[in-house]
């Protein structure tokens, strides 16, 4: 189990910002341990500009990211997912599709930066927010032994991580 790669998937209404973040953060940040994707109950079809600036900005590649449906995700041919992490409140509170192999699933409401209007630089700081929000709460769920954890140690410790009041 030691050696496992995990299937994330980070998802939200649009998957135009903050998951698509948490996928990239993901990626970035589980050195292969990890493999994430982002996924929206009503994807908006791209993905926002300033989170695509920020994340070139960072040092990320932006390569092949997209706004797709979750229902990608519940398909046959899928890869089956072992963590799903709710980053917006509608898509908390949305049916989601069922989830082959019953994936461990949290919510990580995160303010969405899109919704942020007026001048660019606030714009900038609402997508950075977001971003220092989400590379916190993933790292401190990768310093989790979750191979020694039972399933219910691991729901609520994943819930836990979803509860921090960042600044």
């Avoid at 926002?48 to 797709?68: D, M, T, V, W, Y």
């Amino acid at each position: 189990m030691q050696n496992k790669t995990y299937n994330v998937l980070v998802l939200c209404t649009g998957n135009s910002a903050r998951s698509i973040l948490g996928e990239v953060l993901f990626n970035a940040l589980g050195k292969g341990k990890f493999k994430a994707h982002s996924a929206g109950s009503k994807p908006v079809g791209r993905v926002n500009p300033f989170a695509l600036e920020l994340l070139q900005q960072q040092g990320h590649s932006i390569e092949g990211l997209r706004s797709k449906s979750w229902d990608e995700f519940a398909a046959p041919d899928a890869p089956q997912i072992d963590f799903i992490f709710t980053v917006c409140n509608n898509a908390a509170g949305e049916t989601c599709p069922v989830w082959p192999g019953k994936p461990a699933t949290a919510h990580w409401g995160i303010p969405d930066p899109a919704d942020v209007e007026g001048r660019d630089e606030a714009k900038r700081a609402a997508f950075k927010t977001a971003y220092n929000q989400l590379a916190r709460r993933i790292q401190l769920f990768m310093s989790l032994p979750i191979e020694s954890l039972d399933k219910l140690a691991l729901k609520q410790k994943l819930a836990e991580i979803g509860r921090i009041q960042d600044y």
